[in-house]
């Protein structure tokens, strides 16, 4: 009898093995031949406004169903959303291989077709290469940050004992700021002619491309035609002055000593690319970065002292100049907190140019992929506490070199405005805290998603400090 049970145990054993391994052949077989898992929405609409809505919980509940690698359908186009750290490294690393920027079509139509995210290959290679000679760390030395230093301080000279809304004040100051280091001083007759425009700019390319009198859509190109045409008009009269200013406009008409040779329409898209890619980055980083300042008192008097004692050592009308802007390194820390707890950037888009194989599923040609990268700004193993404001984390040298550390991209896109958008940032805080205390209003909503932002403003109470 008990030779029986051990046959019966055995067999029965035996039989379940080849059950499972039957069943993981056939999962694999399928798993190679399909898409991922996840759930595709309505027609034409998809799940777009479950995602809107629901923001990162929609995120969180399609992961807890189908894994960090599923498929949906949201903002017009099919897409697979991943959420491994590993996958979206590779993914980020290899656009060589079919993976490229997957924005979307109004925002490829009004930044331009010469815009760096509408071009691969070689010609990728080539205007980045230009847009690097315009960001470089000597270029920063040298020319941009007095530039910025200089705008600072004009920009918040006019703050004391008024309420502001800071949201509308950062805003402003990513957008001229930026103008100022592209043209200096004969940017500064065209910037409230310029505003306007680009904010309609902005507002179209993160709408539908629906071509029609009164959408957002047609309002952006009719912005990109003005923009265009007084862009055009500052090349012009840089043309006839043929005067050396160091500035942006100077390197682009240069071509960095011959190095890149553009054409005007190149040297337009170009400064469209640097206006639209550092204005709500920088701005919105800058916000955040004053709202999390108001709730951690301890975090403030830590930054204030260290830009007090950079104060300390200069007389009232000296700039910040480079060795004070390396200093700043509880500011920086203060700045990857802000931009890794408010997650600025969710994550950023690819688009597959041919089927390919990944993670064992095929993805088919022409699908987006969301490399989501919010999920990882809050893993507990690489944030203890992730939840907490806490700066001090990235005292830490090795916290800014780990390998799943996307703010700022990776890979052949990583953001090449990376240095001069913590520089502006910290010339913002350092001539703010040394200036002004503030207190909230209160009563301002804050959105965290899919934008971070203040719908009906953040207003501060501001005091001379
Ligand atoms: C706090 C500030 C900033 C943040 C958080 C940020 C973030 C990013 C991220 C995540 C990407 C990758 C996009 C992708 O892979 O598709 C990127 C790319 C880019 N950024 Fe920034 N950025 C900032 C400031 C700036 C500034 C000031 C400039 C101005 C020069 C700039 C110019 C660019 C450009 C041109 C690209 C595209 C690069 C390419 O396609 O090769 N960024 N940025």
Redesign the pocket.
């Known amino acids: 009898m008990a030779v029986l049970m051990v046959v019966l145990g055995v067999c029965l054993g035996l039989i379940c093995v080849c059950t499972a391994l039957l069943r993981w052949n056939e999962v694999k077989y399928r798993k190679k031949k399909g898409l991922p898992p996840g759930t595709m929405g309505w027609p034409l609409f998809g799940e777009t406004t479950e995602f809107l809505k629901q923001g990162p919980n929609f995120m969180k509940n399609q992961r807890a169903r189908y894994g960090i690698f599923f498929k949906s359908h949201i903002l017009g186009c099919p897409t697979i959303v991943s959420m491994d750290p590993e996958l979206n490294r590779y993914i ?1 690393m290899n656009e060589a291989k079919g993976l490229v ?1 997957g ?1 979307p079509q109004s925002m490829l139509d009004i930044l331009g077709k010469c815009n ?2 509408a071009v691969h290959g070689s010609t ?1 290679k080539y ?2 290469g230009a ?1 690097l000679a ?2 470089s760390p000597s270029m920063i030395r040298d020319h941009l940050l007095p530039k910025i230093d200089l705008f600072m301080r004009s920009h918040l000279s006019d703050w004391n004992q008024k309420v502001i809304d800071i949201q509308e004040k950062t805003k402003e100051m ?1 957008l001229l700021s ?1 103008l100022n280091q592209i043209a200096g001083i004969q940017s500064v007759s065209m910037s409230q002619e310029f505003m306007p425009e680009f904010f309609k700019l902005v507002l179209g390319t993160l709408s539908l491309p629906i071509n029609l009198p009164g959408t957002n859509y047609h309002r952006g190109f009719q912005a990109r035609k003005n923009i265009i045409s007084m862009l055009g008009r500052l090349l012009n009269e840089r043309r006839d002055s043929k005067e050396t200013q160091h500035d942006m406009l100077d390197v682009l008409m240069n071509g960095d000593e011959n190095r890149y040779k553009l054409s005007d329409e190149e040297i337009i898209d170009q400064m469209i ?2 206006l639209y ?2 204005y709500e ?2 701005s919105t ?1 800058s916000m955040m970065a004053v709202k999390y300042l108001h709730d951690h008192p301890d975090v403030l008097q830590e930054l204030r002292k260290e830009h007090l004692a950079i104060r300390e050592k200069k007389r009232p009308e000296d700039p910040i100049d480079w060795e004070d802007y390396k200093s700043m390194r509880f500011t920086r820390a203060v ?1 990857f907190e802000t ?1 890794r707890l408010a997650t ?2 969710n994550g ?3 688009k597959t140019t041919r089927d390919m194989e990944m993670n064992g599923f095929i993805i088919p040609k022409g699908w987006r992929i969301y ?1 989501y990268t919010r999920e990882i700004n809050y893993d507990p193993c690489l944030y203890p506490n992730p939840l907490t404001f806490n700066p001090w984390r990235w005292m830490d040298k090795s916290t800014e070199s780990q390998n799943y550390l ?13 240095e ?3 520089a ?2 910290c010339t913002f805080l350092h001539y703010f805290v040394t200036s002004y205390r503030w207190e909230e209003v209160g009563g301002d909503k804050l959105m965290k998603f899919p934008r971070v932002e203040a719908p009906n403003g953040l207003h501060i109470r501001v005091s001379s400090y």
Do not use: N, W
Not at 406 to 418: E, L, V
């Open positions: 980020l920027p924005y760096i995210a990728h205007m980045r847009l315009l960001v990513a930026s690319t640097i890619s550092g980055t920088v980083t700045i931009s600025i950037v950023v888009l690819r490399v996307f703010i700022f991209g990776g890979g052949t896109r990583q953001c090449p405005g990376k001069l958008g913590i502006e940032i």
